[in-house]
């Protein structure tokens, strides 16, 4: 959409996108650590404006440009050094194995990570695969789980493997044609019977909240029905949609040249019920959503739309209170710190902290510790670090992983206020 003027929903086709927030500049390259802060000071800033569609509630960075962003293995977007992100990616690899015949199968995984995933339903499930992603820093070629890794963009042309099964999690938001994306997918297909699976934050949560995960490297922001409209749109059939991870991500089931119910052994997501009150809707157990099922209509779009409606005011009004709220912790001498150095943190260091007034920021992933966070130039140090620092407390910016983080503090001895931001 970037190439050209058109502001057409790519979702549904059918509206142009309405303007309806400006964050103004943030980082760019939200997944890079870099060496000094000398480095991280200089790193690109990128604008965010948002538009979204009225018909079906599909949103988008209209300020995103595609030149701007470079994927490489410099960057470090991994949570599986996240006990809670581990058990929900195993969990998934479960029921994707029980609920799909995929012994002696291939599955192409587009935006593979590190490769974790494929490599456990390879395992678990006895299939094949094959993995590309620019960011992928291991070793390339055949993995003893039976997964092939590429260091690259899948090239979605003939010389793409032969694939039964597509799984894309966390990748398509970003991308610059999502419909066209699908398009091609399903053109691979070739007419043969292929089943895919998506996953992406949920926008009926990031567009109700603050809005940290609202980054310049996500391009497009899916709730259930835009998320519906662009699946069927694109020539596939949405057999299953529902939320998961205590309702921050929304994920598709899709078919294309299948008839409806075959090859499938069970329902992923269970049974089409309605949710315990706080599962879809905000944060709690992390699979909570295996049993929200559903198949978004125009309720759904009301209710996002008018989350949309009101996020302008709501982020400015976060990151208002934020910045009040760490000078009123400093004040009380408590020392805070912020646990958390993913994109969801970098965009708040941005926004509520520029001025360096946290007494500290950690983080699992030791690939981060020691060096210095986009924009703002934060140090990011082990979790150990705060052992004698004397805070009494801690933010963080993502409540899925607050019982862990909690658990980790105790076992560090600190006694320190959880705050969620």
């Known amino acids: 959409m970037s190439a050209g003027p058109s502001r057409r929903c790519p979702a549904c086709g059918t509206s142009d996108l309405v303007e309806f927030a400006d964050l103004g500049d943030v980082p760019v390259c939200c997944g890079v650590h870099y060496a000094t802060r000398e480095e991280a000071l200089a790193s690109p800033l990128g604008r965010i404006v948002l538009g979204h569609c009225p018909e079906c509630g599909y949103a988008r960075n209209l300020a995103f440009d595609p030149a701007a962003l470079v994927y490489d293995t410099t960057m470090d977007t991994n949570l599986h050094h996240s006990p809670a992100f581990q058990a929900f990616s195993a969990e998934l690899v479960k029921r994707l194995a029980d609920r799909y015949p995929l012994r002696g199968a291939t599955v192409l995984d587009v935006g593979c990570g590190q490769g974790e995933f494929l490599r456990e339903l390879c395992r678990v499930a006895g299939a094949r695969g094959h993995g590309y992603d620019a960011m992928y820093a291991g070793p390339t070629g055949p993995d003893r789980s039976g997964a092939v890794f590429h260091a690259r963009p899948a090239p979605l042309d003939a010389d793409t493997p032969r694939f039964d099964v597509v799984t894309s999690r966390h990748w398509f938001e970003h991308l610059d044609d999502p419909y066209g994306f699908l398009v091609r997918l399903r053109e691979l297909a070739s007419g043969r019977p292929v089943y895919g699976y998506l996953e992406v934050p949920d926008a009926d949560y990031d567009l109700a909240t603050a809005g940290w995960e609202v980054i310049y490297p996500h391009v497009s922001y899916f709730a259930g029905l835009p998320l519906r409209r662009i699946v069927e749109r694109a020539g596939w059939r ?156 801690v933010v963080i910016t993502n409540p899925a992983y607050r019982s862990e983080i909690a658990a980790a503090l105790r076992r560090r001895g600190i006694d320190a206020e959880l705050l969620v931001a």
């Not at 989350?307 to 805070?336: K, M, N, S, V």
């Not at 001025?355 to 699992?364: G, I």
């Open 238 to 393: 949405l057999t299953a949609t529902g939320r998961l991870f205590g309702g921050m991500f929304r994920y598709a089931e899709i078919a294309v040249n299948a008839a409806p119910g075959a090859p499938l052994t069970g329902a992923l997501a269970g049974p089409a019920t309605a949710p315990a009150a706080g599962d879809a809707v905000g944060p709690g157990p992390v699979g909570a959503g295996w049993f929200t099922a559903d198949r978004p209509g125009p309720a759904d779009r009301d209710r996002l739309l008018a989350a949309i409606a009101g996020f302008a005011g709501r982020h400015a009004a976060e990151r208002r209170r934020w910045r009040e709220t760490i000078d009123r912790l400093r004040a009380d001498g408590r020392r805070p710190v912020l646990w958390g150095a993913g994109s969801r943190g970098v965009q708040f260091l941005h926004l509520a902290d520029p001025e360096h007034r946290l007494a500290a920021v950690v983080d699992v992933n030791p690939r981060k510790w020691d060096r210095y966070l986009p924009a703002t130039g934060h140090r990011v140090t082990a979790p150990d670090s705060l052992t004698g620092l004397g805070t009494s407390a």
